[in-house]
């Protein structure tokens, strides 16, 4: 209520102030997992595009050869032999420990080894993240395991 000096009273100010606090314990929570969000999305955007391509390159040998051929694992690595440009970096992955290599993977959710990037299954065409990432909890939450090398 405005009095007629214009000023508020200091149970107006307070209550406002307790509103902005209880807008802002709120909402700041939902904003710690951007960051996590954007890997997953960026992850996954890669995957389709690597799976699509190795399906493409797969199609075209049986439509030319008649015989189902998966690229080997130098072939996927090589610029215009199955993708158009350089591997992506996996998000997930130090950038230190070279985020766009592929290894050959064996089983889909197991990481090969130290060095990260990507896992490739040439019998088959899968691929998969080669990390395992687990961020710390908040709170009364634990840490979390993102588990992108199963997807």
Known sequence: MLYKNGGYTLIEVVMVIIVLGILASVSIPSFKNIPIQAKKSGCKSTLGG????????NVDNIVTTGISLWPVLD???TVGAVM???IPQNPFQD????????????????????RGGWAYKPSTGEIWPNTNTTIPGSGCGGPVNINENNW
């Open 75 to 77: 072939t996927l690595s």
């Open 95 to 114: 950038k230190s420990n070279a985020p766009d290599s592929i290894v050959e993977g064996f089983t889909m959710g197991v990481v090969v080894g130290t």
């Open 50 to 57: 690597f799976r699509q391509a190795i399906s493409i390159y």
């Open 84 to 86: 158009d440009h350089e």
